[in-house]
């Protein structure tokens, strides 16, 4: 069953440009509210995935921010030089390097995290937690979706 048709898609209302244009609004907001901590957003993601997941690597990171390699390493080196971010070499694979977070790092990320739901907050004002629920449900479906390749209708 198709949702949308090329004749009647309206690009103001429809979800995919409207997910990038909520996107592109909170990343502003998220970079403008971070910048005294002198954070963007993906050094924001970078923390948070550290913090949460303990360890990761630059690769599992790029992935996730869908960054180009190039760009990911020097992120992580300017992190790294300000003493937020370390480099870790593996102790199950010596090849792999992990990144941590560092004692500076442990201390900024309550701060920019604090940020992080702020803005949260700020763009689901008037949600109910039961609407935002069904949110989060309705987009992990969309990501779900986007995991498996699409199939041709009647085959």
């Keep these: 069953m198709s949702i949308y048709e090329p004749a009647t898609y309206d690009f103001s209302t ?3 440009p409207m997910m990038g244009r909520v996107r592109t609004a909170m990343v502003a907001a ?8 002198d954070l963007k957003t993906p050094d924001y ?4 995935m550290l913090a949460n997941g303990g360890t990761a690597t630059a690769s599992a990171v790029c992935s996730f921010l869908a960054h180009d390699p190039g760009a990911m390493t020097r992120k992580i080196d300017a992190l790294e030089s300000r003493g937020i971010v370390r480099r870790v070499r ?3 694979d010596r090849r792999a390097i992990k990144l941590e977070l560092t004692a500076e790092g442990k201390k900024l990320y309550p701060k920019a995290l604090a940020i992080g739901v702020e803005v949260a907050n700020d763009f689901l004002r008037g949600f109910s937690k039961a609407e935002v629920k069904l949110l989060e449900g309705l987009l992990k479906r969309i990501h779900d979706n986007s995991q498996v390749p699409a199939t041709v209708e009647g085959k």
């Excluded at 998220?30 to 901590?37: G, N």
């Excluded at 993601?45 to 948070?48: R, T």
């Design 90 to 92: 593996s102790e199950e």
């Design 45 to 48: 993601i970078v923390l948070a």
């Design 30 to 37: 998220l970079d403008e509210r971070l910048a005294p901590l």
């Design 14 to 16: 429809a979800v995919p």
